[in-house]
């Protein structure tokens, strides 16, 4: 009997969005295998235009990139999220990751945001975000 509940197990079967917030861009790397100026706008995109004024600020958007996986997407990291984290905690933008998930929602099961390994603007950015936490770590 097929009742849907062993294709869930898979994420294939979740409309899925991955969200990379650490600027050495692993997640980008390991879904699309692209690296520095290869990788496609994404996150630091937008949090550009959060600093911006008028009208498109209001309207920000970030570019999300199919991946070679079914049902998986990706919004890209580089290296100029490192540039923009002073000035975008100097303006308060910490709730601009919840809004643009909160936007986009109905378009995806799940969200799954990598961060980086320190409690910076963007991680604390993604504890805003996010519904739940998962912390990896080496045991002794």
């Known amino acids: 009997m097929d009742n849907g509940i ?14 990379d917030l ?5 997640s980008t790397y390991y879904l699309t295998g692209l690296t520095g100026d290869d990788i496609p706008v994404g ?9 911006s004024s008028g009208p ?6 970030a570019h999300i990139v199919e991946t070679p996986y079914d049902n998986l997407h990706l919004i890209t990291a580089s290296h100029e999220l490192s540039d923009l984290q002073p000035k975008l905690e100097a303006k308060f933008k ?5 809004r643009l998930l909160d936007d986009i929602s109905q378009d995806y099961d799940r969200f799954y945001i990598d961060t980086p390994p320190a409690m910076n603007f963007y991680a604390f950015s993604a ?14």
């Open 6 to 19: 062993e294709r869930r197990r898979y994420w294939g079967v979740y409309r899925t969005l991955v969200v």
């Open 43 to 51: 996150i630091a995109d937008f949090f550009k235009q959060t600093l």
């Open 56 to 61: 498109a600020a209001k309207k920000c958007r």
């Open 127 to 140: 504890l805003i975000a996010a519904d739940a936490v998962l912390i990896p770590f080496d045991s002794i």
């Open 22 to 26: 650490d600027a050495q861009a692993n």
């Open 94 to 98: 910490i709730n601009k990751l919840r």
